[in-house]
Nanobody, 123 residues
Framework: QVQLVESGGGLVEAGNSLRLSCAASGRTGSSFAMGWFRQAPGKEREFVTVINWNTYYADSVKGRITISRDNAKNTVYLQMNSLKPEDTAVYYC???????????????????WGQGTRVTVSS
């Protein structure tokens, strides 16, 4: 089993930055694909970014959001800059512990999830 715990969410004004963290514990592995998804009120959970041996980003966040990982700390980070009100959502960290096609864009391809951390961007 793998446990994921997100942190770093909060309320910020548009144009500012936040860094989210996802701490993994349990049967973790540096080969896991680690992703971030987000779910805005009334909307489906959507892919934001994923990292394994390279990174992929949703078009809506390219250039503003950077994913990174520190395998020694079993932690994945999401640096979010130039935040917009439309970035308001609950952000979820996800892990895929098995080998599969890469990159994994859909929720169904991940087998572990965190509880989410809320990000609110005011205009």
């Amino acid at each position: 089993q793998v446990q994921l715990v997100e942190s770093g969410g909060g309320l910020v004004e548009a144009g500012n930055s936040l860094r989210l963290s996802c701490a993994a514990s349990g049967r973790t592995g540096s080969s896991f694909a680690m992703g971030w998804f987000r779910q805005a009120p009334g909307k489906e959970r959507e892919f934001v970014t994923v990292i394994n041996w390279n990174t992929y980003y949703a078009d809506s966040v390219k250039g503003r959001i950077t994913i990174s990982r520190d395998n020694a700390k079993n932690t994945v980070y999401l640096q979010m800059n130039s935040l917009k009100p439309e970035d308001t959502a609950v952000y979820y960290c996800a892990a895929r512990s098995y080998s599969g096609k890469y990159p994994p864009f859909s929720r169904q391809e991940y087998n572990y999830w965190g509880q989410g951390t809320r990000v609110t961007v005011s205009s």
